[in-house]
């Protein structure tokens, strides 16, 4: 880990390459094996991404990295017991929360745009409080991970464990991608990790609280998002 903490900024002709290799040579590897690649490749300008709905990659990330930091985007919008995970993970755990913020505020949104944006504009919605505020905040860096998983629903089904992120021309890192809901399940459980309480009160994926709703049986785990609209992205990984 000499050399994490010099990492210098690399130019997207550099990154993509590196992407590309690193997708086909730890296609197999574990989660950790893929972070600890990240960690030793990027340094501080390396980050993990956590909506706080459980803190595996975090945690994860910790063993390898310590000190990490963890990107949180604070919407304005989360459930009380989301920013409750937030605050226990930065106490509890050798990683650095850094909290993204939109723009702007709730009420100044309103006022722009009119109360309750997303419900007529999610798309417009998301991309003011999530797309925009993680652009913004990702400068610094040249990785990221997320915990995206396969298994989540078809628009993930093909999520690489280490890919090129054109939107943004950084490096994608989904270490868990591979995993299944056991695997996250059984991992919690040995490490004792973190999880938001809604897990337990029938939420499978949470996200504001104005557009996530808890999952019926049989439902895929993204289900209670956007319910009824159509949508199934917040437009972070598109």
């Known amino acids: 880990m000499s050399t994490a ?69 604070d919407t304005g919008y989360h459930f009380p017991e989301t920013i409750g995970t937030r605050d226990a993970v930065q106490a509890v755990m050798n990683v650095e ?34 797309v925009q505020p993680l652009e913004e905040g990702l400068r610094d860096y040249d990785a990221w991970a997320t915990g995206l998983r396969r298994d989540e629903s078809p628009s993930r089904a093909g999520t690489p464990v280490v890919g090129w992120d054109e939107k943004r021309q950084k490096v994608k890192v989904s270490p868990i991608a591979r995993w299944s809901q056991q695997d996250v399940d059984d991992y919690i459980a040995e490490h004792g990790v973190l999880t938001n309480p809604l ?8 996200g504001c609280a104005p557009c996530t709703r808890r999952v ?5 785990a993204r289900a209670g998002r956007w319910a009824g609209s159509g949508k199934t992205e917040c437009g972070l990984h598109l």
């Open 216 to 220: 019926l049986e049989g439902e895929d």
């Open 97 to 130: 929360v850094v909290t993204l913020t939109p723009r702007r505020t709730v009420a100044e949104q309103d006022a722009e745009h009119g109360p309750a944006l997303h419900d007529r504009d999610p798309d417009l919605c998301c991309a003011l409080r999530k």
């Open 5 to 73: 903490h010099i990492a210098r900024r690399r130019s997207p002709d550099e990154l993509r390459p590196l992407a590309e290799q690193a997708g086909r040579e730890l296609e197999a590897a574990d989660a950790t094996e893929v972070l600890r690649w990240a960690a030793d490749t990027f340094g501080h300008r390396f980050c993990v991404t956590s909506s706080m709905e459980d803190a595996v990659v975090a945690h994860l990330a910790s063993r390898v990295f310590p000190g990490v930091r963890v990107v949180f985007l």
């Open 199 to 206: 897990l337990s009160d029938g939420y499978a994926s949470i």
